[in-house]
């Protein structure tokens, strides 16, 4: 089956940047998503079709995707950016989800 | 407003089943696919299957295949996720999403509240 790996952890001081990769097979070749969920709260689409952002999604939030992986980059992070972020993907019609990255903002 | 509001949490021992309903409104409710996706305690988000609501087909996660079954009841504008043979592995919070397909491809754009299910004996 398809499996998408993130790193558990990512930490950012205020004001700068994080990035926050997805990794899987010819990754690029599909689209990615990438979904913020806070303690408590359903999950919230920031990133969709690799690139694109909902609207109300702050511009800091940013996405790109090429060969095995792809990344979401957060520009300037603000402490209500902490949270976890989970990329996601469609394999044969089949979702399938990261294994999610705890974004610290500190 | 799109709104998803789910039932309430559930205590369910081994071996029985479990229905969990996810009621829309704020938009034409069979224009728009549902999934289901679960979450267990600290874990990741795992996607479990989709619903039609115009002709109820779907298509399940092969992990719940024989084990879940989801439906509609368009009067009431209504999806339903059932699971059976519960096990403890199964404790979870259980979300319904709807379908956003921008230029054929899918996304979740609006959730509902999720539902514990804990599987205890």
């Known amino acids: 089956s398809y499996e998408l790996t993130q790193p558990p952890s990512v930490s950012v001081s205020p004001g700068q940047t994080a990035s926050i990769t997805c990794s899987g097979d010819?990754?690029?070749?599909?689209?990615a998503f990438w979904y913020q969920q806070k303690p408590g709260q359903s999950p919230v689409v920031v990133i969709y079709?690799?690139?694109k952002r909902p609207s109300g999604i702050p511009e800091r939030f940013s996405g790109s995707n090429s060969g095995n992986t792809a990344t979401l980059t957060i520009s300037g992070a603000q402490a209500m950016d902490e949270a976890d972020y989970f990329c996601?993907?469609?394999?044969?019609?089949?979702?399938?989800f990261g294994t999610g990255t705890k974004v610290t903002v500190l | 407003q799109v709104q998803l509001v789910q039932s309430g949490a559930e205590v369910k021992k081994p071996g029985a089943s479990v229905k969990v309903s996810c009621k829309a409104s704020?938009?034409?409710?069979?224009?728009?696919?549902m999934h289901w996706v679960r979450q267990a305690p600290g874990q990741g988000l795992e996607w479990m299957g989709i619903?039609?609501?115009?002709?109820?087909?779907?298509t399940y996660g092969q992990k719940f295949q024989g084990r879940v079954t989801m439906t509609r009841d368009t009067s009431t504008t209504t999806v339903y996720m059932e699971l059976s043979s519960l096990r403890s592995e199964d404790t979870a919070v259980y979300y319904c999403?709807?379908?956003?397909?921008?230029?054929?491809?899918?996304?979740?754009?609006?959730w509902g509240q999720g539902t514990l299910v804990t599987v205890s004996s």
């Open positions: 999403a709807r379908d956003q397909r921008d230029s054929g491809d899918i996304y979740f754009d609006y």
């Open positions: 704020g938009y034409t409710f069979t224009r728009y696919h």
């Open positions: 619903i039609n609501p115009s002709g109820g087909s779907t």
């Open positions: 010819k990754l690029g070749d599909k689209y």
């Open positions: 079709q690799d690139t």
């Open positions: 996601q993907a469609w394999d044969s019609s089949i979702g399938v």
